[in-house]
T-cell receptor, first 108, second 116 residues
Framework: KNEVEQSPQNLTAQEGEFITINCSYS?????LHWLQQHPGGGIVSLFM???GKKKHGRLIATINIQEKHSSLHITASHPRDSAVYIC??????????FGTGTSLTVIP | DTEVTQTPKHLVMGMTNKKSLKCEQH?????MYWYKQKAKKPPELMFV???????INESVPSRFSPECPNSSLLNLHLHALQPEDSALYLC???????????????FGQGTRLTVV
């Protein structure tokens, strides 16, 4: 069993739809990251969370430490949002774990 | 400058070749990382350098040899690779070794390596 589980693995949405990607983890963490990886490989860090909620443009990330769960929301999705979204956690022992990623395709 | 620059972007090499991957950052970060990523899989940590010293080696075969000549530059020397080593190699940096996920992480665009 992976320490970090994401769902769904694949997601196809129509442009404009509200999208939610979920991440559950089994270890005690000091921080959780949402990363975005476009075709071609480069990874961009979207958010780092240790509690609560963060918003950046159309992206919102939330975390519930007690439930060991985080969500990434995309409002008014756009084809340029198509990418793989990866949840990654740093545990309290300074070990980091990556989820397997959610591949998002937004259709015009 | 908040970029991690990796060169080359693509590399095709034979199993008897010697090549090197290069990673550069000018953000003053003291921790730099090499990751290997196979298709549709999450990145796997290979090496961590902290203050130009190797601090983590995740049991990587010796055909991969990292080098950190200075605080801005990280190399990965490749020799006698196997076809299964074909992957995307990602470099990342952060302010300190415990910080790649505690602080903002910066990743390079990666080098797509094909071993023939």
């Amino acid at each position: 069993k992976n320490e970090v589980e994401q769902s769904p693995q694949n997601l196809t949405a129509q442009e404009g739809e509200f999208i939610t990607i979920n991440c559950s983890y089994s270890v005690g963490i000091s921080a959780l990251h949402w990363l975005q990886q476009h075709p071609g490989g480069g990874i961009v860090s979207l958010f780092m969370l240790s509690s609560g909620k963060k918003k950046h443009g159309r992206l919102i990330a939330t975390i519930n430490i007690q439930e060991k769960h985080s969500s990434l929301h995309i409002t008014a999705s756009h084809p340029r949002d198509s990418a793989v979204y990866i949840c990654a956690v740093l545990d309290t022992g300074n070990q980091f774990y990556f989820g397997t990623g959610t591949s998002l395709t937004v259709i015009p | 400058d908040t970029e991690v620059t990796q060169t080359p972007k693509h590399l095709v090499m034979g199993m008897t070749n010697k090549k090197s991957l290069k990673c550069e950052q000018h953000m003053g970060h003291r921790a730099m990382y090499w990751y290997k990523q196979k298709a549709k899989k999450p990145p796997e940590l290979m090496f961590v350098y902290s203050y130009e010293k190797l601090s983590i080696n995740e049991s990587v075969p010796s055909r991969f040899s990292p080098e950190c000549p200075n605080s801005s530059l990280l190399n990965l020397h490749l020799h006698a690779l196997q076809p299964e080593d074909s992957a995307l190699y990602l470099c990342a940096s952060s302010q300190d070794v415990a910080g790649i996920l505690r602080t903002e992480a910066f990743f390079g665009q990666g080098t797509r390596l094909t071993v023939v």
